[in-house]
């Protein structure tokens, strides 16, 4: 299948002022763009809620370091936010990332704003998710819930001994070349659109950075999902589902799980829709970023319709529907 002729055909993404789609299969790589705006596979978007798995796979990879195993309790690896604690104390770090943590859902984007920018502010966000409690045993549901990666990242920090952003370009971002990711905008980076009308930059606060803070282009992307694809301990760590057979969906660490094996999950933010698609089994990443606020069922679309002849499942309502 033509990836450029699969872009073409999704009518739905006529008007997109940037479109740009990747795929990776059998060590083969190619590129498609569209839209009225010149970008190519190294154009940075925001990728919303892919940074999940930039911060999941950062901190297996800091765990297995550490020779920490993924069932340590979370309270052991955060002993500043002890006296605060009053989630589970059973809670662990492989419950956090699989989004079954149980933890009461309270601690929204308004609070975490109120926190500021400053140095401790995701480690004060991660201590309001702890303080909050839980509403379900941890393990019980699956609950998709950013608090989740506030309290991952500051894990992230606590065991590299420094912030979230120098561990995550330590353990991950510099060792697998991924040069063009940062919370920081390049002048180059693409501006994001709701209808018609061009959304002004804005700014991610620190506190909520593991969950939804980055930038990132196609060719990064793919270079990510090859890495994990190259590294089966690591894969098979993240991969395995978390989730029990009556949960909403099934789920692994910062990853959706399809029907055939496939690894996926989109990122929603104000002027942008973006979606990432693997399939483990067959050495197949795909990816597609869009500077639209409402292109998600579009795009979905065309990452499922780029993996149905490998699979034979459609996933388009399942990765448009995702909690991101």
């Not at 500051?154 to 561990?167: F, K």
Request: glycine share 8%.
């Amino acid at each position: 299948m033509n990836l450029q002729d699969v872009l073409d055909k999704q009518v739905h993404l006529r008007g997109v002022p940037a479109v740009v789609a990747g795929l990776s299969a059998t060590g083969t790589s190619c590129v498609a763009t569209r839209g009225a705006v010149q970008v190519t596979s190294d154009s940075c978007f925001r990728i919303a809620s892919l940074t999940k798995t930039f911060t999941s796979t950062a901190l297996v990879l800091t765990l297995q370091e550490h020779d920490v195993p993924l069932s340590t309790p979370a309270i052991e690896l955060l002993p500043d936010l002890a006296p605060d604690w009053r989630a589970d104390a059973s809670l662990t770090v492989e419950q956090i990332l699989g989004q079954v943590s149980g933890l009461r859902e309270s601690v929204d984007s308004t609070a975490v704003a109120a926190l500021g920018d400053g140095r401790h502010a995701l480690n004060e966000a991660a201590r309001l998710v702890v303080r909050a409690g839980n509403d379900q045993e941890p393990g019980a549901h699956w609950s998709y819930y950013n608090g989740n990666y506030f309290l991952a990242g500051a894990i992230l920090a606590a065991l590299d001994g420094a912030s979230y952003e120098t561990a995550l370009t330590k353990q991950l971002l510099e060792p697998w070349h991924l040069s063009r990711t940062s919370f920081d905008a390049p002048r180059d980076s693409v501006t994001g659109w709701d209808g018609s009308t061009e959304l002004p930059r804005s700014d991610y606060p620190h506190s909520r950075r593991p969950s939804g803070g980055l930038w990132s282009c196609v060719s990064d992307l793919l270079a990510l999902g090859q890495g994990l694809l190259g590294d089966r301990a690591l894969l098979e760590d993240i991969r395995r589902p978390r989730t029990r057979p009556d949960d909403p969906m099934t789920y692994g660490l910062g990853w959706a799980l399809g029907p055939s094996g496939q690894m996926y999950l989109n990122g929603r933010l104000p002027g942008y829709r973006t979606a990432m698609l693997l399939v483990p089994d067959k050495d197949y990443v795909s990816v597609l970023l869009t500077n639209q606020q409402h292109a998600l069922p579009a795009v979905a679309r065309v990452l499922s319709d780029m993996q149905q002849p490998l699979t034979g499942d459609d996933l388009a309502t399942a990765i448009d529907r995702f909690a991101a």
